[in-house]
């Protein structure tokens, strides 16, 4: 309802992501939402579907709400120093605005060295969630699309999103590989042997 054009390509990328994973049956459900979508747009105010309608050209020789112009100029400041960057905070004051890009703001006050560790951290949280269970994964997976989407013309390296998106990817990764230890002694087993007993002197006086 905003008109915000990123916003709704970022939720193109996250429906693709459950076109991909989803069943014929939950397909068939994704087509009449979509179709849903498209008959309230009917709807919608005239300078909301205006915006929108510019996406395409935008996209092809457009300046992106200006974004093309910052990023030309970001990719100067990357050519002389490309390795270690300008320092935490610099591209805002070089540009007088914000890079509108996440990778090309971590190259502009990181370097590439920036670049590999955050894009890096975010690829192992990703490959982590190899042993997330089906349905949770492929929801991570929409989220993680439709933040990449996002972050395409957006600055989010130090935004809380971001860091709260890394922080669920991680922990249901590292939460599905957890194990509990098993303790093979013999006090231990003493203990289990009295936890027991005590069990069925429990059930048998109830």
């Not at 395409?152 to 709260?164: C, G, Q």
């Amino acid at each position: 309802l905003t008109g915000s054009r990123g916003a709704l390509l970022a939720l193109i990328g996250a429906g693709f992501v459950f076109w991909l994973s989803a069943t014929y049956r939950m397909r068939g459900v994704l087509l009449l939402c979509a179709a849903v979508c498209l008959a309230v747009a009917f709807f919608l105010p005239s300078d909301v579907t205006s915006r929108i309608a510019t996406i395409p050209d935008e996209l092809k020789q457009g300046t992106m709400s200006g974004r093309t112009t910052l990023w030309e100029r970001g990719k100067i400041l990357v050519e002389e120093r490309p390795l270690q960057g300008f320092g935490a905070g610099s591209a805002e004051g070089a540009l007088a605005n914000a890079a509108h890009n996440t990778p090309l703001e971590l190259l502009i006050e990181g370097g590439v060295v920036s670049l590999v560790l955050f894009f890096g951290a975010f690829a192992q949280s990703i490959y982590s969630l190899g042993v997330v269970a089906s349905p949770e994964r492929v929801v991570l997976l929409a989220v993680s699309t439709t933040w990449l989407v996002g972050s395409s013309s957006l600055s989010w390296e130090s935004h809380k999103v971001t860091w709260f998106i890394f922080a669920i990817l991680c922990s249901a990764g590292i939460s599905r590989n957890a194990t509990v230890p098993i303790i093979d002694s013999p006090h231990a087993t003493e203990i289990g042997l009295r936890l027991q007993a005590t069990r069925k002197d429990t059930i048998t006086v109830s």
